[in-house]
């Protein structure tokens, strides 16, 4: 979308910036044809000149994919890793580490919710990092469940089509789309939902790409996607009944009553801003708004402007050049395309004229040479003989761009001499007329305000696929838990609110939390008390690993002494104590109860809950108490001590 892609060719393009851009394959795909969409879109309706699809062009190559969970080192120290994120296909949070040590996590716009095509997110490589850069745009916002959610906009469409009138749903074009078509798709397929009879349609600039890249990208959605092709061989977005229509005069084809999902979302421009000007008047159609956009958009007002009223619309279209301005625009391509061959002239001759240098030297390089007599003074060394040599000239090779020039005269076939007779019939046959060169139509772009009296139906029915606020505040304390925290992307409300949340909880335990501004530079550098040391071999020998996640660690007594390597530095050793003290045992990894029942389950032991408690073989009880702290009570038996050791098998105790 524009918040996260769009400045991109801008600043490729305009700026200069030439950096690597690294993203998931779906970005790279659908990020493309989102790009190519919102500029058409722009284009069509005003002179838009931000940027050019070469721009778009040049941006994606400097595009690496990447796939999740793939740790890619970018320089020395530091390397990125993408997770799911759960919002759109491809959409990633970012985990930066630097030396191994600290880790920077780049989490914003995530959905843990599964949905129809795509996963939740999952935070599990995540937690308690370094810093986390997240935003607060769903802060104070609650959702409705998405039973209520899908039965709201089932009702609506069929409320509407059975008035004869046309459903518009304005949304993005590559991302939260896919939800919804394969929403809109299971309705249209199932018979007692009684939409098979209207018409359902999708319309935009790239439509059937969009749903091509989708079909060969299935392994970035959900499990269920998944499952339904690998068992039943049936292709999800391979539609029956949605219809990929490009242009409005492919939309005019389609039968009335129709159900149309249409970009763009906040309506700045595309298609769905030209369908509402002739929409809106009338009673019986409604507009169907899926995400909230900025307050000076045209869907915001839209939005809170309540039905019979009037809004005014700009409305842009291209029509082509006529008369003068058609003349004017011929002239001064003519005049360019003078001022180009000029150049090439000029540069010809300049070129011709080196040419005519280097002849002049290489035939007095190359003349007679000097006889030894007419040398002034003789060596004392023998001096090779110098023989005469016929002159040579080796011709210099011109080379461009595309390589070295083609001489047309090397490839000309010498026509074969014509008979008088034969010329005779030719000249009695009529010369043949030569078609006219197509020649791209100039069209220039004509726009026109006009007031539209809303008297459609207009609502808002969720499909953003975010996280709402309780659902995030619950991850980011008990989940994530980090250090410190810089809060992006929300209003001065939302921000100031998940701000203070942070800071009143207690078991987070942040120690900084950044609300910057527009343009404001955060410093976020935290002191580091982290020191490189060598293990001596004995010290390695004698401390026994547990693993833990990714990680391998164990418990060592040991001193510092700093030492002298082969270069003279000073390098820190840790040496084993002599008289080791005892410590108390250290248990590391939170693992789940329901993870914890599998286990039993699979030891042979029943295991139900029962009010959040696990109860094994009813006789012990296993909960976790609000510090998070997982209890174990029963009577002293042979099945206590096997389940006490099972659960202490899922920790790492050193």
């Given at each position: 979308d524009v918040d996260h892609i769009g400045a991109l060719p801008y600043l490729y393009g305009t700026l200069g910036l030439d950096c690597q851009i690294y993203g998931t394959v779906p970005v790279y795909n659908m990020g493309q044809m989102f790009l190519y969409d919102y500029y058409q879109s722009k284009n069509s309706s005003e002179d838009f000149n931000i940027f050019t699809l070469d721009h778009v062009d040049n941006v994606f190559d400097h595009f690496q994919q990447m796939k999740y969970s793939q740790t890619l080192t970018i320089c020395p120290g530091i390397s990125v890793t993408p997770y799911a994120a759960g919002h759109m296909i491809g959409g990633t949070m970012w985990k930066i580490m630097k030396d191994d040590e600290e880790d920077i996590v780049y989490a914003v716009d995530f959905n843990h919710k599964k949905e129809r095509h795509l996963n939740g997110a999952l935070f599990n490589n995540i937690i308690r990092p370094s810093l986390l850069i997240t935003d607060a745009y769903n802060a104070t916002f609650e959702y409705k469940k998405r039973r209520k959610r899908d039965q709201e906009l089932i009702s609506t469409i069929l409320e509407t089509v059975r008035q004869d009138g046309n459903v518009i749903i304005v949304v993005d074009t590559a991302g939260r789309v896919l939800e919804l078509m394969q929403l809109l798709e299971q309705l249209w397929r199932n018979t007692e939902s009684g939409l098979s009879a209207y018409s359902l349609a999708l319309l935009n600039h790239v439509g059937y790409n969009v749903v091509d890249f989708a079909k060969n990208m299935l392994e970035w959605m959900s499990d269920t996607v998944t499952k339904q092709f690998e068992e039943q061989r049936s292709y999800p977005f391979h539609f029956k009944h949605l219809n990929l229509c490009h242009s409005l005069q492919e939309l005019e084809k389609i039968p009335s009553p129709y159900v149309l999902l249409t970009s763009m979302a906040d309506l700045s421009c595309g298609f769905a801003r030209n369908l509402l000007a002739v929409s809106a008047e009338a009673k019986e159609n409604c507009i169907i708004v899926t995400q909230r956009t900025k307050p000076d958009t045209l869907a915001s007002k839209l939005l809170s402007n309540a039905i019979n009223n009037t809004i005014d619309i700009t409305i842009g279209k291209r029509v082509p050049l006529e008369g003068k301005e058609l003349e004017d625009h011929f002239n001064s391509v003519a005049k360019k395309q003078q001022e180009v061959e000029k150049m090439e002239v000029e540069e010809e001759g300049e070129e011709t004229d080196e040419e005519q240098e280097d002849d002049q030297a290489l035939v007095q390089r190359h003349d007679v040479p000097i006889p030894e007599e007419t040398h002034s003074k003789k060596s004392f060394f023998k001096q090779h003989k110098v023989y005469p040599m016929f002159p040579?000239?080796?011709?210099?090779?011109?080379?461009?761009?595309?390589?070295?020039?083609?001489?047309?005269?090397?490839?000309?076939?010498?026509?074969?001499?014509?008979?008088?007779?034969?010329?005779?019939?030719?000249?009695?046959?009529?010369?043949?007329?030569?078609?006219?060169?197509?020649t791209e139509i100039p069209t220039k772009c004509v726009t026109s305000r006009i007031k539209t009296q809303v008297n459609c139906k207009v609502k808002f029915i969720d499909f953003e696929g975010r996280s709402d606020g309780e659902s995030i505040k619950r991850i980011l304390a008990a989940v994530l838990k980090p250090r410190q925290m810089v809060i992006v992307h929300g209003t001065p409300d939302s921000s100031r609110h998940l701000a203070e949340f942070c800071r009143d909880s207690k078991d987070m335990g942040v120690s900084q939390i950044f609300v910057p501004g527009i343009g404001e530079t955060v410093d976020a550098t935290s002191e580091r008390h982290i020191y490189q040391v060598k293990l001596k071999d004995a010290l390695v020998t004698a401390a026994k690993f547990s693993r833990a996640n990714d990680a391998e660690l164990a418990w060592i007594d040991a001193v510092i002494d700093v030492q002298l390597n082969a270069d003279k530095e000073q390098v820190a050793m840790l040496e084993p104590l002599t008289n080791k003290p005892s410590h108390v045992p250290v248990f590391i990894n939170e693992p789940r109860l329901s993870n914890l029942r599998q286990t039993l389950i699979k030891s042979g032991i029943q295991a139900e809950f029962n009010g959040g408690v696990l109860v094994c073989n009813n006789k012990v009880a296993i909960r976790r108490n609000a510090s998070g702290t997982i209890q174990i009570e029963g009577t002293v038996c042979d099945d206590y001590y096997k389940i006490r050791s099972l659960l202490y098998s899922m920790y790492a105790i050193i």
């Open positions: 040579f000239h080796e011709e210099k090779i011109k080379w461009d761009e595309y390589g070295e020039f083609i001489k047309h005269e090397h490839f000309r076939i010498e026509e074969e001499p014509v008979k008088e007779e034969e010329m005779e019939t030719e000249k009695a046959k009529p010369a043949p007329v030569a078609p006219a060169a197509p």
